[in-house]
């Protein structure tokens, strides 16, 4: 069926309002986004965005003062990486004067524990007094976010970083981050500034616990590897046949040890790594699912090296200033999921992150030591 002409204009015109992105120096991508997601699809998401809004778009505004007491709520994703990316503009703010809080899920609430910009970290809403907050600032305009906005603090002015924007896969998440809280906050930062420090921000944190520091200290410099994954198309399989590469090159003065890293998803994976025993430089210490996140960013941070596939633990050790090499499946853009200070050696496949040769990717790993 042919659509009029006005009616076309229109559903451009919320097309654009869920893709577009406002920052010309944050890398983009809308095609390769649709490629995921129909035009349709999105139309739908932005009418239903504009009814979520009802009654309260007088209520909005677009600039949160110095001194304004802010509710930073991120609700409706519980994926770890996305939200290291999305949150991580608060790195602007870290002098500012007025207080920013966040409420989250619980899910998320651990890996911003102990943060030096957020105040508070709330995981539910009962320790929360409406009236300690001048702006509520969400993220986008999504169903979660605006229910629980509506329904306990209806009266409060909000602000948003994205609005009606739906295309995060397509855009990189970090650098819009900055973007958005530069511009939200009225910081009037110069796209040169920004540009140059955004990268996934966690606070750093490097000293060890004792008892972590006295189980790694024999293996002397060392690198961090995650492996498993919950996604196949973003595990590697050949860690083996990539740390024999790296034993055959060994030379003196590389890190011989060797941590691995990660969920209890990567736990197959590691017992085969400790039970290969086949090498000669090598010390291997695995330490999958035992660590919490604040711990793994530590350990990652004490390391020569972080090595892994692109998900949740990449990103946090990206947020270290530890170098990386990291493994992107092709439909993840390493330009989407990097900035410069991540220090990165990105290896980007034509299908899943298994197709890097491990010869290739031992390589990479002492090219990238190299090049400390």
């Known amino acids: ?186 910081l009037g930062l110069h796209v040169q500034t920004l540009s140059a420090v955004a990268r996934p921000y966690l606070r750093e944190e490097p000293d060890l616990p004792r008892e972590l520091a006295a189980e790694l200290m024999p293996l002397g410099p060392f690198l961090t590897i995650g492996v498993g994954g919950v996604e196949p198309r973003r595990t590697y399989a050949h860690w083996e046949a990539c740390l024999q590469a790296y034993d055959n090159a060994f030379q003196p003065g590389m890190p ?23 090498y000669t430089n090598l010390k291997l210490v695995s330490l999958v699912g035992e660590l919490g996140l604040r711990d793994a960013k530590r350990v990652i941070a004490n390391s020569e090296l972080y090595v892994g596939a692109d998900g949740g633990l990449m990103h946090v050790a990206h947020a270290t200033p530890t170098p990386n090499v990291t493994l992107f499946a092709a439909d993840e853009p390493a330009h989407l999921r990097l900035t410069p200070r991540c220090r990165s050696i990105a290896l980007q496949t034509r299908s899943d992150v298994s197709a890097v040769d491990p010869r290739e990717l031992a390589q990479s790993i002492i090219d990238s030591l190299g090049n400390r």
Request: proline share 5%.
């Open 1 to 186: 069926m042919r659509l009029p002409r006005f009616l076309k204009r229109r559903l451009n015109a919320m097309t654009v309002s869920c893709t577009f992105m406002p920052y010309w120096w944050v890398s983009s991508e809308p095609a390769a986004f649709f490629k995921r997601i129909s035009r349709f699809t999105v139309v739908k998401k932005h009418l239903h965005r504009r009814l979520v809004m009802a009654r309260q778009s007088r209520r909005e505004v677009f600039r949160i003062e110095p001194n304004q007491r802010v509710l930073w709520i991120y609700y409706g994703k519980h994926a770890i990486g996305d939200a290291i990316m999305e949150l991580s503009g608060r790195a602007l703010l870290r002098d500012r004067p007025g207080p920013v809080d966040l409420l989250t899920t619980s899910s998320l609430k651990t890996l911003f524990d102990g943060d030096d910009v957020f105040r508070h970290i709330y995981e539910g809403l009962d320790r929360i007094d409406p009236d300690d907050y001048d702006v509520i600032l969400t993220h986008e305009f999504n169903y979660p976010t605006m229910r629980l906005k509506k329904r306990r603090f209806r009266n409060t002015p909000f602000a948003s970083l994205f609005r009606y924007c739906v295309a995060g896969p397509g855009r990189n998440s970090t650098q819009s981050s900055f973007a958005a809280v530069n511009k939200v906050f009225n």
């Open 256 to 278: 011989g040890g060797v941590v691995l890293l990660d969920s209890g998803n990567g736990l197959a994976d590691a017992r085969a790594l400790m039970k290969s025993g086949r």
